[in-house]
Every structure is written in structure tokens, then in C-alpha cells.
Nanobody
Framework: EVQLVESGGGVVQPGGSLRLSCVTS????????MGWVRQAPGKEFEWISG????????RYADSVKGRFTISRDNAKKALYLQLNNLKTEDTAMYYC????????????RGQGTQVTVSL
């Protein structure tokens, strides 16, 4: 059974930082691109970043480029997202997603971790 478990969310002030983690099991992690998507209240899912399986090539949405950094540890079957210089508009539920590279099309995701950016 494929499982993805996110953690690391929280409440931070604008300009703050968080590091999200996603621990996976049930599939050959290194063979898959992985991504992060988010969903703000009342809005659709937004793809924000992807990373390839072996070369670790990365992609970012314009909305987070230069502020967020995606990484992975294939030995630990884990995916990470470093969030820096957070803005109030980054408030959302963040999900890691199996097989997501440059857009989100409903791939398997975890239960999410909430990021709230507020004064």
C-alpha cells in the first residue's frame, strides 16, 4: 500500500521559515518524480514544485521560485520542502504527491500538513 505522510507545518509570521517533510512507503521511491502541491481554503490545488527521481532535477511554480527549495533523500524515501520568506498568501494545506513533476493531475498524495502565515 502506497503511503505518504507529511509533517512540519505550523503557524509562522510573514518572513518566517518552515521545513516540510514527507515520509513514504509502499513503492520504489527513487523511480518516481515527486512533488508538492497546496490547497488554500476555497481554492483549487496548486502545483508548486517537483523533483525528478534519480537526477534530482527540480522545477518550481513562479509563485514560490527563489523562496522554496525541494529536495529528496532516496535512501530514506523522504521528500522535503524548505519554505523561506513566507507570505500570507502561502497559507494552505501542503501535500506531497507521488509522480508529480510539473503539474498536478490528481496523483496519490498524503493527508497534508497545514501552513499558516499570519501576523
Amino acid at each position: 500500500e502506497v503511503q505518504l505522510v507529511e509533517s512540519g507545518g505550523g503557524v509562522v509570521q510573514p518572513g518566517g521559515s518552515l521545513r516540510l517533510s514527507c515520509v513514504t512507503s509502499g513503492f520504489n521511491f527513487s523511480e518516481y518524480a515527486m512533488g508538492w502541491v497546496r490547497q488554500a481554503p476555497g481554492k483549487e490545488f496548486e502545483w508548486i514544485s517537483g523533483i525528478s527521481g534519480l537526477s534530482h532535477t527540480t522545477r518550481y511554480a513562479d509563485s514560490v521560485k527563489g523562496r522554496f527549495t525541494i529536495s529528496r533523500d532516496n535512501a530514506k524515501k523522504a521528500l522535503y520542502l524548505q519554505l523561506n520568506n513566507l507570505k500570507t498568501e502561502d497559507t494552505a494545506m501542503y501535500y506531497c504527491s507521488k509522480g508529480t513533476w510539473a503539474s498536478y493531475a490528481g496523483e496519490k498524495r498524503g493527508q497534508g500538513t497545514q501552513v499558516t502565515v499570519s501576523l
